[in-house]
């Protein structure tokens, strides 16, 4: 199976700075036909969680721009340009390439400064 | 409106089992793959089972592989999971998960298992 694993686990931040997330899988991401099917979920204390970015760096309908996704092979970030109150949850990594199964990272916790 | 609802969820003794639903609406459900991920108290996502839209490939996580029983009948917009010889270690949340291109949603709202004496 491919391991997932994020950086850090817990993420303070002040309102308004960048925070970034590392994630990190066990062997490359690259499918067969090309595509990287990693994505980023979101929750929300007290919410399902949401996808927010597909195949690495597609935001999902409604995400704001705040969000981007990068990153190749084993190697992938998820970065907000400047943290809002909204953005204080937890954020997983997913990968969709090598399954059964689909495996999640330990996901990170964003809390505000 | 896109939405999941599932029922189901219960108190359970170890060794016990419960079927778990998720209705669809507001979208075309028979066309897509479906997923059950689940979340233990205080812990991250897993993957549990993935069912396609014609229900001909299924696959399940190693750790619930012959005991539960993933299903869906288009005709009612609606997911299965059967959940037998239930432990402990079941004891979660279980989302059931739209897959529009790798879990894209949309997601229901979770209903809890709880597997204990």
């Known amino acids: 199976d491919v391991v997932m694993t994020q950086s850090p686990l817990s993420l303070p931040v002040t309102l308004g700075q960048p925070a970034s997330i590392s994630c990190r899988s066990s062997?490359?991401?690259?499918?067969?036909?090309?595509?990287?099917?990693l994505n980023w979920f979101q929750e929300r204390p007290g919410q399902s969680p949401r996808r927010l970015i597909y195949q690495v760096s597609n935001r999902d309908s409604g995400v704001p721009d705040r969000f981007s996704g990068s990153g190749s092979g084993t190697d992938f970030t998820l970065k907000i340009s400047r943290v809002e109150a909204e953005d204080v949850g937890v954020y997983y990594c997913m990968q969709g390439t090598h399954w059964p199964p689909y495996t999640f990272g330990q996901g990170t916790k964003l809390e505000i400064k | 409106e896109v939405q999941l609802v599932e029922s189901g969820g219960a108190s359970v003794q170890p060794g016990g089992s419960l079927r778990l639903s998720c209705a669809a609406s507001g979208f075309t459900f028979s066309s897509g793959a479906m997923h059950w991920v689940r979340q233990a108290p205080g812990k991250g996502l897993m993957w549990v089972s993935r069912?396609?839209?014609?229900?001909?490939?299924?696959t399940y996580a190693d750790s619930v592989r012959g005991r539960f029983t993933i299903s869906r009948d288009n005709t009612m917009n609606t997911l299965y999971l059967q959940m037998n010889s239930l432990s402990a270690e079941d004891t979660a949340i279980y989302y059931c998960?739209?897959?529009?291109?790798?879990?894209?949603?949309?997601w229901g709202q979770g209903t809890l298992v709880t597997v204990s004496s």
């Open positions: 069912i396609n839209g014609e229900a001909t490939s299924i």
């Open positions: 062997q490359s991401l690259v499918h067969s036909n090309g595509n990287t099917y």
């Open positions: 998960v739209g897959d529009r291109g790798g879990m894209g949603g949309p």
